[in-house]
């Protein structure tokens, strides 16, 4: 199928989120039009800042109150539409058939639309990377498109592993459907540890990675599961992998792409990395928390060798997009000043540093 014709129309679902409210920026900055969808138009805790894009007094975005759970309530949205991101969470992870559903949901939405040719669903590295059992990163360490969590593991269970699992069923619910239809494609975006600036307070809250670096900055932090490294990609960089996708003449129906840059920094060292990229803030750095059981503790060495042994690879979507991927220390740099300036965040300083006035 074709891609979407510049300067066309998206759906964006999950605006008011992180990644979302940058796929939204990057396409206005582009030329395109947008119809934002949220929960809650009438929500300017979430909203605000979507109303403040410049895009939004001309009227070329538009924003939208539509809940994935209502059956029919994109119908309206999608239809005149040339693309739609569809990014946002759904309510339930655990609960399959109600992922399925809603995947239904959107679906008979973009069919119906008559426009809609090519849809980007945003799935997760978790689709790629989630294992039950650690020791098949060893016999599998190579973490690419064709990569999927071993399936055939028992313990791959709904409440175990209920993200990893829905964003697979989303992705394979899609890619049917779009061959089906033969109107439209739907191509699989699965972004790595979003870093990046937050654009309104409270995505704070949210990520969990901008999240984490806000502990961090209020002087408490957590070393993440089973020692892995964080795997990260800026938060713009997403988004414009999104649009590359959508643009893009070189993708195909059911296809996915992972969206890292593949740098891979330890907690530990982003926290220190606070204070190096801006030393005129005087964070005062804090150790690490260790909350893993001991049997797990015992086995830190371990498993930090596995993960570094793991080899990510990004050559597929710098094939197909110009997307390219800048350093972590500008996502963290970045990320710092958007809490502080942004969401007002008061970070723990060294004796003698102080917030300006
Ligand atoms: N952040 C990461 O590092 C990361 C990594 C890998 C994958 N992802 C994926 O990327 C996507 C966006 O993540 P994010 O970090 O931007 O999340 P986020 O900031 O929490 O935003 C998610 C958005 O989903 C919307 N949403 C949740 N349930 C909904 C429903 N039932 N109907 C309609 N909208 C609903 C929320 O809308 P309202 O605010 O309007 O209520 C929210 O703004 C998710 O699919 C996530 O799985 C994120």
Known sequence: MAPIPKGGTVAVTGSAGFIGGWVVRRLLDKGYRVRACVRDVNDDSKCQFLKDMPGYASGRLTLHSANLDDEGCFDDIFAGCNGVAHVSHVSDYTDHEYV???????INSVNQSGSVNRVIVTSSIAAVISEMDLQELVRRPVLYEDRYPDESNPRRTADRQGYSMGKVIAQRAFSDAAEEAGTWDA???????????????????????????????????????????????D?????????????????????RYIAWSTDTPKVEDICASIDRLLPELGHDTPEVIDNHPDRIKAREEEFRAIWG????????????????????????????????SVAKVKPKLREGFSLPA
């Not at 399925?100 to 959107?106: E, L, N, T, Y």
């Not at 960089?237 to 643009?247: F, R």
């Not at 710098?318 to 970045?334: C, M, N, Q, Y």
Request: charged share 25%; with cysteine; hydrophobic share 35%.
């Open 100 to 106: 399925a559903r809603v995947c239904g949901h959107m």
């Open 187 to 233: 191509i699989t975006c699965c972004p790595a540890d979003n870093v990046g600036p937050i654009q309104s307070a409270h995505q704070k809250n949210f990520g969990p990675w901008q999240h984490n670096i806000e502990t961090m900055l209020l002087g408490e932090y957590y070393q993440n599961g089973v020692y892995r490294p964080w795997m990260t990609v």
């Open 235 to 255: 938060v713009r960089d997403d988004a414009d992998c999104h649009i590359g996708l959508l643009e893009s003449t070189r993708v195909k129906n059911g296809e």
């Open 309 to 340: 042994q793991c080899d990510l690879r990004n050559d597929r979507i710098r094939a197909v997009t110009p997307v390219t991927f800048r350093p972590f220390d500008e996502s963290l740099r970045d990320c710092v000043e958007s809490l502080l």
